[in-house]
């Protein structure tokens, strides 16, 4: 799935409490932006903006291990239970790199990055669709979408306002 995606459906999973929504979308972009923001950052610098995927060979040798550990649910889960052991509280946002990585296993393909999420007890990768399949991509963002609107519709009501019009939305006080 693409950042902006994992970003977003981490938010709407957290949405009813703010603080928390844009804690988990922060912990739902990491697993991607600590692997792959030097090779970003290296590709701006060199001026290489091809679009698409950089060859495999051309990626670092570190990259590939952060994503195998942002990517892997044994170290998620094992991190997820030490901040409990050591606060004695559940840290509910970081479930949002959880989520990217259940998100993360049927939509990747073994052409490029299939997800790793049995590092480092296994090389397992399941072959999934591309995220960048375009029938996907329309999907899940208009998936996206939807449940955005709702989370929209629902903040709305509970605000005392509704959310009309024909044509896109307008936010009315009830009443007026």
């Not at 792959?36 to 590709?43: D, L």
């Amino acid at each position: 799935m693409d950042i902006f995606a994992h970003g977003l459906w981490g938010y709407a999973v957290f949405h009813r409490n703010r603080r928390n929504a844009w804690l988990a979308a922060l912990f739902s972009v990491l697993p991607d932006i600590i692997p792959f923001a030097p090779v970003f950052i290296m590709r701006l610098l060199s001026g290489n903006f091809d679009r698409g995927p950089p060859p495999i060979s051309s990626i670092p040798k570190y990259t590939t291990m952060a994503y195998g550990f942002t990517h892997s649910i044994i170290i998620f889960s094992i991190v997820f239970l030490l901040v409990f052991l050591l606060t004695r509280k559940w840290y509910w946002p970081m479930a949002g790199w959880g989520i990217h990585i259940l998100s993360d296993i049927p939509t990747h393909s073994s052409r490029f990055f299939a997800t790793p999420f049995l590092f480092p007890v296994s090389d397992y990768r399941y072959n999934g669709i591309s995220w960048g399949t375009p029938w996907f991509m329309a999907l899940n963002w208009t998936a996206l979408l939807i449940v955005l609107i709702l989370i929209a519709r629902y903040r709305a009501k509970a605000r005392g306002m509704s959310l009309t019009g024909n044509v896109g939305f307008c936010f009315t006080r009830k009443g007026l």
